[in-house]
């Protein structure tokens, strides 16, 4: 709270003045607190038997949309409390995929900083996505047959909050965030291989996966050296994505890491594609991966370079990018949905309505879109369940039909040769 309020009070702009110094201020105060706290929040397995981890929201019928909820955790080192979580899971999509008169649809969301698996806890994470959940539902149902027939939505938990008080929690966010990368681990892309594998078992169904903050952050960094993986091998051929759309809200990643990612794609001339049932196959007018970032933001553009900064004291880095590009210090202690070079398209309200824009000449050109989104439609770091943010959202996934069983998403690296090196 004292954090917001110190940064509501700064000017938007100021990069290097007072910015910098409530940051300085914020990284001492958080190294003395930090060392006071306790494990107020316990280390800990929440959903231990399959009609907690396991529920049936709506039941499925020919007038409305089914909808599962499942809950899979991991532990500080990103290992599963209980694998049977994710086999039940698996084998609930499986079900779901052989009963389904249309394809069915599943939607993951790993959540981030200060959330967990606790049911028993109102406002939190996974009471909104269970809610948001409902909604995709009733929507879906609204749109006909042309809709998967059923939603499943995974919510994969991890250990993001270790202390519930007011003002001490803030100081937890560097301790988490180095549990998060523990957490981008091989349990956590075994899990999202299977749902994949399991959820797009039939061709008419979707897998989409999703996460905040710092589950943004789990996942770019465990999918991402797989989907490289896959397109050096055999990318020129196509191959149907890990997902049908990699999507992340306030991310808590470091721009460097997205640098190199977006120069990838770029290098290979990557590019996202609709294939259809009949065999059609067109340019995807969307992304394959979106990255979604409020300017007002704090957590993001303040909180995370201050800890980048005390992280990374002792790391050499170069200046020699090439000319125009931020150099690797700046890009590896900010956010990506902070760096100007890498901001793809913004969007803001106009007239009471939302609007979304390319920018034009834009270093990133890439199938990875990075959004900026003004205070209106985001006006903090958690507010991504309110009716603008998903309106934006829900937009940018219908421009790729995600929402249509008779398309999937696929990309594919372009013939390399004549393409040049970037710097």
């Known amino acids: 709270p004292l954090m917001k309020l110190g940064v509501s009070i700064l000017p938007r702009h100021d990069r290097f003045g007072l910015k910098t110094f409530v940051r300085l201020v914020f990284v001492v105060w958080s190294a003395g607190s930090i060392g006071s706290l306790g494990g107020c929040v316990a280390n800990q397995i929440y959903n231990t038997t399959p009609d907690q981890y396991l529920a049936t929201v709506i039941e499925p019928d020919a007038n409305q949309v089914g909808l599962d909820f499942a809950i899979i955790e991991f532990d500080e080192f990103g290992m599963f409390w209980d694998r049977d979580q994710l086999e039940d899971t698996i084998d609930l999509i499986e079900r779901r995929n052989s009963e389904a008169d249309r394809g069915i649809v599943v939607f993951t969301y790993t959540h981030g900083w200060m959330n967990n698996a606790d049911q028993s806890r109102e406002a939190s994470d996974l009471s909104r996505f269970r809610e948001w959940s409902r909604g995709l539902a009733s929507r879906l149902e609204a749109q006909g047959d042309s809709a998967p027939g059923h939603v499943v939505a995974v919510y994969l938990a991890w250990r993001g909050a270790t202390i519930r008080l007011p003002l001490l929690d803030v100081s937890t966010f560097w301790d988490r965030k180095r549990t998060a990368e523990r957490v981008a681990s091989y349990p956590m892309l075994e899990t999202l291989i299977r749902i994949?594998?399991?959820?797009?078992?039939?061709?008419?169904?979707?897998?989409?996966?999703?996460?905040?903050?710092?589950?943004?952050?789990?996942?770019?960094?465990?999918?991402?050296?797989?989907?490289?993986?896959?397109?050096?091998?055999?990318?020129?051929?196509?191959?149907?994505?890990?997902?049908?759309?990699?999507?992340?809200?306030?991310?808590?990643?470091?721009?460097?890491?997205?640098?190199?990612?977006?120069?990838?794609?770029?290098?290979?001339?990557?590019?996202?594609?609709?294939?259809?049932?009949?065999?059609?196959?067109?340019?995807?007018?969307?992304?394959?991966?979106?990255?979604?970032?409020?300017?007002?933001?704090w957590v993001t553009d303040i909180a995370y370079p201050a800890g980048q900064i005390v992280d990374q004291r002792s790391i050499s880095f170069r200046r020699?990018?090439?000319?125009?590009?931020?150099?690797?210090?700046?890009?590896?202690?900010?956010?990506?949905?902070?760096?100007?070079?890498?901001?793809?398209?913004?969007?803001?309200?106009?007239d009471g309505e939302v609007k979304l824009k390319r920018i034009e000449g834009a270093y990133n050109d890439a199938p990875f879109w990075i959004v900026q989104v003004s205070e209106d439609i985001c006006k903090d770091h958690g507010?991504?369940?309110?009716?603008?943010?998903?309106?934006?959202?829900?937009?940018?996934?219908?421009?790729?039909?995600?929402?249509e069983t008779d398309v999937q998403t696929w990309v594919r690296r372009l013939p390399q040769d004549g393409v040049g090196r970037t710097e």
Do not use: C
């Open 196 to 297: 994949k594998s399991a959820g797009q078992s039939r061709p008419d169904s979707k897998v989409v996966v999703s996460g905040h903050s710092m589950g943004g952050m789990i996942l770019i960094k465990t999918l991402a050296p797989s989907l490289n993986a896959l397109l050096l091998h055999q990318g020129e051929g196509g191959v149907s994505k890990l997902t049908n759309m990699l999507v992340v809200h306030n991310a808590a990643f470091d721009a460097l890491s997205t640098f190199q990612f977006i120069d990838y794609l770029k290098l290979n001339q990557v590019t996202a594609e609709l294939h259809m049932s009949d065999g059609t196959v067109v340019p995807a007018p969307g992304p394959i991966m979106l990255s979604i970032t409020s300017e007002a933001d």
């Open 320 to 350: 020699d990018l090439g000319e125009g590009t931020p150099d690797q210090s700046y890009l590896s202690t900010r956010a990506q949905g902070h760096v100007e070079y890498l901001i793809s398209h913004r969007a803001w309200v106009e």
């Open 383 to 403: 507010d991504i369940f309110n009716p603008r943010y998903n309106e934006l959202y829900r937009r940018i996934l219908h421009l790729n039909k995600i929402f």
